[in-house]
């Protein structure tokens, strides 16, 4: 099982970015997949969970943040509008490897088995 997170990178405050997460060694299909990130000095948070049929987003992404699933490519994908230096934080994207119950979610991070490498995304000017 592995997945492999991309797309991060610097871009000025407002600006938007794409995160990719290619998963191999299992199909995505219903699969459970989240995004998390990690601020420097600062505990991994849960930022958007995707399952078959529920997506959640915390509150501070809301409105901005969307995730999109593309089964046939094995590619999750986080596209990230309106970007502000709080977001600023190395973006992780994991699996428990199940599918939850539709209208189930979790973002805690014990609850996920399987870790991307990370990708850096910085907002700055």
């Known amino acids: 099982v592995q997945l492999q997170a991309s797309g991060g990178g610097l871009v000025q405050p407002g600006g938007s970015l794409r995160l990719s997460c290619v998963v191999s060694g299992f199909t995505l299909d219903y699969t459970s997949i989240a995004w998390f990130r990690q601020a420097p000095g600062k505990e991994r948070e849960g930022v958007s969970y995707?399952?078959?049929?529920?997506?959640y987003f915390v509150d501070s992404v809301k409105g901005r943040f969307t995730i999109l699933r593309d089964n046939a490519k094995n590619t999750v994908y986080l596209h990230m509008n309106g970007l502000k230096p709080e977001d600023t934080a190395v973006y992780y994207c994991?699996?428990?490897?199940?599918?939850?119950?539709?209208?189930?979610?979790?973002?805690?991070?014990?609850?996920?088995?399987?870790w991307g490498q990370g990708t850096l995304v910085t907002v700055s000017s």
């Open positions: 994991a699996t428990p490897l199940v599918a939850y119950t539709d209208g189930y979610y979790s973002l805690d991070p014990q609850d996920y088995r399987y």
């Open positions: 995707s399952g078959s049929a529920t997506t």
